[in-house]
C-alpha cells in the first residue's frame, strides 16, 4: 500500500518520512517547486530535530519520493493525505481554499477505489466539502468510482514533530466506512505496537477534536497568563503557584507554564476559526474571545515592561533579544512573540540586536526588509555577540542554550545588568547576589 501526502511543510514532510521510515513507499507532492527541487537534492525546507536523517535515508532507500504533479503520484498509490495550508482568511476562518483545489486534482484522477485523509486542521464538515468536490469532479468525468473521506488531524508539536509523529499519544481516526477504516488501522500498526494508540469516531468529532484540543490548550495557556499577571501586580511569584496547582492531578503540570503569548501557526488561527464556526452558527464564545485576547494583551507585555523600565521613547535604546521562533527547536517565526516585541520597540526609536540558534535564516527571509533597513535591526552570530553595549536582555524564547548561559559573562558584555525573562527561565534569587535587575513575567517583581 504506497501512499501519497500532498503538501510538504511541517506536518506534510513529518508524515510522509515517518510513514517511510516505516517501510512504506511515499510520494511527497508540492506546488512549489523550489521546495521540491530542493528535498530532492537533500536539502530540507524547515527545521526539525532527527527530520533530516530520515528523509535523506529513505530518499537514498528509494522509499521516499517528491514530485511537483500529482496524477503522478496518484499512479501507484490509493490512499492521498492531505496535508496542505488551512491559513485564517479574511474573517479568521480556515482557508480551505487549498484543501479543495487538492480535492478537485484528485477527482480529475482518481482511477479506483481510494482513500482520501484528510490531516490538516480543517473546521467540522470538510470533509462533506471534500467528498463533495471529489464527486464533482467525477461526475464531470461520467465516471462511478467508490472513496472514502477520513478524518485523521494531526497532533504533532513542532520542535518535537518527528518524535511525536512515530511515539503519538494518540491517534484519531474519523471514518464512516469499515473498509477505511481497515486500511487506516493497517497504515497505523507500527506507530501502535505498544498499546492501542488509535481512536475512532465519526468524521465530524474527529475534525471538532482537534480544535477542541488547540483551543483547551491555548486557554490553558492564556489563564495562566492572566493569573502571571496578576501575581506581579500582587507581589507573589507565580513560579510557586503553578508548582503548586500543577501538582493536582485534575490541573495538571503541562501548559501553565506563563510567558509572553503563545504563537506559531496552529493556536492563534485554530481558536480564531473555531470561533468562525460558531459566529457562523450565531452561537457566541466568551471563552474563546477571552482567550484570543489575553494572548494578543500577552504579546504586549514585554514591551510594556521595558518602557515602564526605560521610558516610552526609546531612542538611543539598544535591546538584545534570546529567540526569535515561536517556541524552542522550531524555525517558525508564524505569530511569533518576538515579531510583535520587535516591531514595538523600533516603532519606539530602539535598535535590536537579536540572535536565535534556528531560525536566523527564517528571520532573514521573512520579516520585513524595513525591520533590517538602517541597521535598527541586526542578527548577532553568536548569544553573546547581541549582549554587546545593550541596554537589556530580554528572553522570548527559552532555546536550551539560553537556560544556563555565563551570567559573568553576561554581565561583562551588557551595559547594564538588566534582564526581562520572558519565559521564566532563570531563578531571581540566583541573579540578585550577581548584581543583576531582573523581571520575569509573574515573578512579583517589578523592574
Ligand atoms: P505549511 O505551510 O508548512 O505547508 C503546507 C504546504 O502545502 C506548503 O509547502 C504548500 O506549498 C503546500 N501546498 C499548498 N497547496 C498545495 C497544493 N494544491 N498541492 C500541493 N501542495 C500544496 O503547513 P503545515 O504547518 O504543515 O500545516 C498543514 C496543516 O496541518 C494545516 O492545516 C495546519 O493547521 C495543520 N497542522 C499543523 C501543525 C504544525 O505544527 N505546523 C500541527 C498539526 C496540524
Redesign the pocket.
Given at each position: 500500500m504506497n501512499l501519497t501526502v500532498?503538501?510538504?511543510?511541517?506536518?506534510?514532510?513529518v508524515t510522509g518520512a515517518c510513514f517511510a521510515e516505516m517501510g512504506r513507499t511515499v510520494t511527497c507532492?508540492?506546488?512549489?517547486a523550489g521546495?521540491i527541487e530542493g528535498l530532492k537534492a537533500g536539502v530540507l525546507?524547515?527545521y526539525e530535530p532527527g527530520l533530516e536523517e530520515i528523509v535523506l535515508r529513505n530518499s537514498a532507500e528509494d522509499r521516499l519520493h517528491f514530485t511537483t504533479e500529482?496524477p503522478e503520484a496518484m499512479q501507484d498509490s490509493k490512499v492521498y493525505f492531505i496535508?496542505?495550508?488551512?491559513?485564517p482568511g479574511e474573517d479568521g476562518s480556515?482557508d480551505l481554499q487549498?484543501v479543495l483545489?487538492?480535492a478537485r486534482?484528485i477527482g480529475r484522477h482518481l482511477d479506483g477505489y481510494s482513500v482520501i485523509v484528510d490531516?490538516?486542521?480543517?473546521p467540522v464538515g470538510t470533509a462533506d466539502k471534500v467528498r463533495a468536490a471529489v464527486q464533482a469532479e467525477l461526475d464531470v468525468r461520467g465516471v462511478k468510482i467508490p472513496f472514502d473521506v477520513v478524518s485523521n488531524?494531526?497532533?504533532?508539536?513542532?520542535g518535537a514533530?518527528v518524535a511525536d509523529f512515530m511515539r503519538p499519544d494518540r491517534i484519531i481516526v474519523g471514518c464512516e466506512s469499515e473498509r477505511a477504516r481497515e486500511i487506516m488501522k493497517k497504515l497505523y500498526a507500527p506507530f501502535n505496537r505498544n498499546r492501542e494508540r488509535v481512536i475512532y469516531m465519526g468524521v465530524k468529532e474527529a475534525e471538532m477534536t482537534?480544535y477542541a484540543a488547540n483551543a483547551l490548550l491555548a486557554t490553558k495557556i492564556s489563564f495562566m497568563n492572566e493569573i502571571a499577571n496578576l501575581c506581579d501586580l500582587l507581589g507573589v511569584d507565580v513560579e510557586s503557584v503553578r508548582e503548586g496547582i500543577g501538582s493536582d492531578s485534575r490541573i495538571g503540570s503541562h501548559f501553565i507554564y506563563p510567558g509572553c503569548g503563545y504563537g506559531?501557526?496552529?493556536f492563534p488561527?485554530?481558536v480564531q476559526a473555531l470561533i468562525r464556526t460558531a459566529h457562523a452558527r450565531g452561537y457566541a464564545t466568551p471563552v474563546l474571545d477571552a482567550v484570543e485576547a489575553r494572548n494578543a494583551a500577552q504579546k504586549q507585555v514585554l514591551f510594556q515592561k521595558l518602557s515602564r523600565r526605560f521610558g516610552s521613547d526609546l531612542r538611543g535604546h539598544t535591546f538584545a533579544v534570546w529567540g526569535l521562533a515561536f517556541k524552542p527547536g522550531t524555525d517558525?517565526l508564524r505569530e511569533a512573540p518576538a515579531r510583535v516585541l520587535i516591531e514595538a520597540l523600533l516603532n519606539a526609536g530602539a535598535s535590536v540586536r537579536a540572535y536565535d540558534p534556528v531560525a536566523m535564516d527564517a528571520a532573514r527571509k521573512e520579516w520585513p526588509a524595513a525591520w533590517f533597513e538602517a541597521g535598527r535591526l541586526s542578527l548577532a552570530a553568536h548569544q553573546y555577540e547581541a549582549l554587546e553595549g545593550a541596554d537589556a536582555l530580554v528572553l522570548v524564547t527559552e532555546w536550551k542554550p539560553f537556560r544556563h548561559p555565563d551570567f559573568a559573562a553576561m554581565k561583562r558584555l551588557l551595559k547594564a545588568p538588566i534582564i526581562l525573562d520572558g519565559r521564566n527561565q532563570y531563578d531571581p534569587e540566583e541573579l540578585q547576589p550577581l548584581g543583576f535587575e531582573y523581571e520575569g513575567i509573574g515573578r512579583g517583581l517589578a523592574l
Amino acid at each position: 500500500m504506497n501512499l501519497t501526502v500532498i503538501g510538504t511543510g511541517y506536518v506534510g514532510l513529518v508524515t510522509g518520512a515517518c510513514f517511510a521510515e516505516m517501510g512504506r513507499t511515499v510520494t511527497c507532492v508540492d506546488v512549489d517547486a523550489g521546495k521540491i527541487e530542493g528535498l530532492k537534492a537533500g536539502v530540507l525546507p524547515i527545521y526539525e530535530p532527527g527530520l533530516e536523517e530520515i528523509v535523506l535515508r529513505n530518499s537514498a532507500e528509494d522509499r521516499l519520493h517528491f514530485t511537483t504533479e500529482l496524477p503522478e503520484a496518484m499512479q501507484d498509490s490509493k490512499v492521498y493525505f492531505i496535508a496542505v495550508g488551512t491559513p485564517p482568511g479574511e474573517d479568521g476562518s480556515a482557508d480551505l481554499q487549498y484543501v479543495l483545489a487538492v480535492a478537485r486534482q484528485i477527482g480529475r484522477h482518481l482511477d479506483g477505489y481510494s482513500v482520501i485523509v484528510d490531516k490538516s486542521t480543517v473546521p467540522v464538515g470538510t470533509a462533506d466539502k471534500v467528498r463533495a468536490a471529489v464527486q464533482a469532479e467525477l461526475d464531470v468525468r461520467g465516471v462511478k468510482i467508490p472513496f472514502d473521506v477520513v478524518s485523521n488531524p494531526e497532533f504533532l508539536k513542532e520542535g518535537a514533530a518527528v518524535a511525536d509523529f512515530m511515539r503519538p499519544d494518540r491517534i484519531i481516526v474519523g471514518c464512516e466506512s469499515e473498509r477505511a477504516r481497515e486500511i487506516m488501522k493497517k497504515l497505523y500498526a507500527p506507530f501502535n505496537r505498544n498499546r492501542e494508540r488509535v481512536i475512532y469516531m465519526g468524521v465530524k468529532e474527529a475534525e471538532m477534536t482537534k480544535y477542541a484540543a488547540n483551543a483547551l490548550l491555548a486557554t490553558k495557556i492564556s489563564f495562566m497568563n492572566e493569573i502571571a499577571n496578576l501575581c506581579d501586580l500582587l507581589g507573589v511569584d507565580v513560579e510557586s503557584v503553578r508548582e503548586g496547582i500543577g501538582s493536582d492531578s485534575r490541573i495538571g503540570s503541562h501548559f501553565i507554564y506563563p510567558g509572553c503569548g503563545y504563537g506559531g501557526s496552529c493556536f492563534p488561527k485554530d481558536v480564531q476559526a473555531l470561533i468562525r464556526t460558531a459566529h457562523a452558527r450565531g452561537y457566541a464564545t466568551p471563552v474563546l474571545d477571552a482567550v484570543e485576547a489575553r494572548n494578543a494583551a500577552q504579546k504586549q507585555v514585554l514591551f510594556q515592561k521595558l518602557s515602564r523600565r526605560f521610558g516610552s521613547d526609546l531612542r538611543g535604546h539598544t535591546f538584545a533579544v534570546w529567540g526569535l521562533a515561536f517556541k524552542p527547536g522550531t524555525d517558525d517565526l508564524r505569530e511569533a512573540p518576538a515579531r510583535v516585541l520587535i516591531e514595538a520597540l523600533l516603532n519606539a526609536g530602539a535598535s535590536v540586536r537579536a540572535y536565535d540558534p534556528v531560525a536566523m535564516d527564517a528571520a532573514r527571509k521573512e520579516w520585513p526588509a524595513a525591520w533590517f533597513e538602517a541597521g535598527r535591526l541586526s542578527l548577532a552570530a553568536h548569544q553573546y555577540e547581541a549582549l554587546e553595549g545593550a541596554d537589556a536582555l530580554v528572553l522570548v524564547t527559552e532555546w536550551k542554550p539560553f537556560r544556563h548561559p555565563d551570567f559573568a559573562a553576561m554581565k561583562r558584555l551588557l551595559k547594564a545588568p538588566i534582564i526581562l525573562d520572558g519565559r521564566n527561565q532563570y531563578d531571581p534569587e540566583e541573579l540578585q547576589p550577581l548584581g543583576f535587575e531582573y523581571e520575569g513575567i509573574g515573578r512579583g517583581l517589578a523592574l
